[in-house]
């Protein structure tokens, strides 16, 4: 069971940096920007299930194992519910109306909760190995 929470939580921890730092980056440095403001909006609410699922399953396993670590992968869980169903939209619909100063407030405070989240999963790593 810690085998498989350590490995989920790697996952997540990897996952997110890759995909919110590495592929965003890459998909608007490759595509044109009719294309990638596109792609960007299809993909991250597919990255957003990823974190939901992996860590609340995560979370699940280390309530057996840690209950600071199930309470931050929980925490991560939680969070990114209202990130991919309330802020993105609203990032999405700033974007549309030309809202500059509402759109770069939105998309930092993303970027913020996605930083803490990947610091939190880190964190959890760091204290397993540790042990």
Same mark, same amino acid.
């Given at each position: 069971?810690?085998?498989? !929470?350590? @490995? *989920?939580?790697? $996952?997540?921890?990897?996952?997110?940096? %890759?995909?919110?730092?590495?592929?965003? /980056?890459?998909?608007?440095?490759?595509?044109?920007?009719?294309?990638?403001?596109?792609?960007?909006?299809?993909?991250?609410?597919?990255?957003?299930?990823?974190?939901?699922?992996?860590?609340?399953?995560? !979370?699940? @396993? *280390?309530?057996? $194992?840690?209950?600071?670590?199930?309470? %931050?992968?929980?925490?991560?869980?939680? /969070?990114?519910?209202?990130?991919?169903?309330?802020?993105?939209?609203?990032?999405?619909?700033?974007?549309?109306?030309?809202?500059?100063?509402?759109?770069?407030?939105?998309?930092?405070?993303?970027?913020?909760?996605?930083?803490?989240?990947?610091?939190?999963?880190?964190?959890?790593? %760091?204290?397993?190995?540790?042990?």
């Amino acid at each position: 069971m810690e085998t498989i !929470a350590l @490995l *989920l939580t790697s $996952l997540l921890f990897g996952g997110m940096t %890759v995909y919110s730092f590495g592929f965003a /980056a890459f998909v608007f440095s490759a595509l044109p920007p009719e294309l990638s403001g596109n792609v960007i909006r299809q993909a991250f609410p597919h990255f957003y299930i990823f974190v939901i699922a992996t860590s609340g399953v995560a !979370a699940t @396993l *280390l309530c057996f $194992l840690d209950t600071i670590a199930a309470v %931050v992968m929980g925490t991560i869980m939680v /969070a990114t519910i209202p990130t991919r169903q309330v802020l993105m939209p609203a990032i999405n619909l700033a974007s549309d109306h030309g809202a500059k100063k509402k759109f770069k407030f939105l998309h930092s405070l993303s970027v913020l909760i996605t930083v803490s989240q990947i610091i939190g999963s880190g964190y959890i790593l %760091v204290t397993f190995i540790q042990e």
